[in-house]
């Protein structure tokens, strides 16, 4: 009777490798470069993003120790990484650091990059290397930012001691 209402649903889950696996290794160790931008961001009270790059290295660890084409842990990284992404660029819009735009902007650029080469040429290492840089370019722009924000809101701070503290 319920036999002909279940719908079969192709390709929910698809236990084939992203990339072998020597080269999802790379980016696997790559993930703990992460841990440099989390120290930065306590470091310079950054407190929320310290917090999202814990759990964004969680999501990446978690993912790239074992990276199905199709998996609840994929969709799990990338909304992550598209959240945390989102709110560095909105930190960053009152700020003019070149370094940091540069970064983000190679970091941006190296992620199709890197499909380019898995899915177009099937070049895993190329694509695996790329993605590697992806995590270092964005972590170097994670980390200038932090520093960057903390040294304009002292200055800030600074100046406003400055002008509450000046007798009339």
């Given at each position: 009777m319920y036999d002909n209402k279940i719908v079969k649903y192709e390709n929910i889950y698809d236990n084939t490798l992203?990339?072998?696996s020597n080269e999802y290794k790379w980016i696997y160790n790559v993930c703990f470069i992460h841990i440099n931008?989390?120290?930065f961001a306590?470091?310079?009270e950054m407190n929320i993003c310290g917090y999202m790059g814990v759990i964004l290295f969680g999501t990446s660890i978690n993912y790239w120790r074992y990276p199905l084409k199709i998996s609840i842990r994929?969709?799990?990284?990338?909304?992550?990484?598209s959240i945390t992404f989102s709110y560095h660029i909105y930190l960053s819009l009152y700020l003019q650091n070149l370094l940091f735009i540069i970064t983000i902007t190679l970091a941006v650029l190296m992620y199709p990059l890197s499909n380019y080469f898995l899915y177009n040429h099937k070049n895993y290492k190329y694509s695996a290397f790329l993605h590697c840089l992806v995590h270092v370019f964005?972590?170097?722009?994670?980390c200038v930012l932090y520093k960057d924000s903390y040294e304009k809101y002292i200055?800030?701070?600074?100046t406003l001691l400055q002008i509450n503290n000046k007798p009339f």
């Open positions: 992203v990339i072998p931008h989390i120290a306590f470091y310079y994929r969709y799990i990284d990338i909304t992550w990484v964005a972590s170097i722009g994670a200055n800030y701070n600074n």
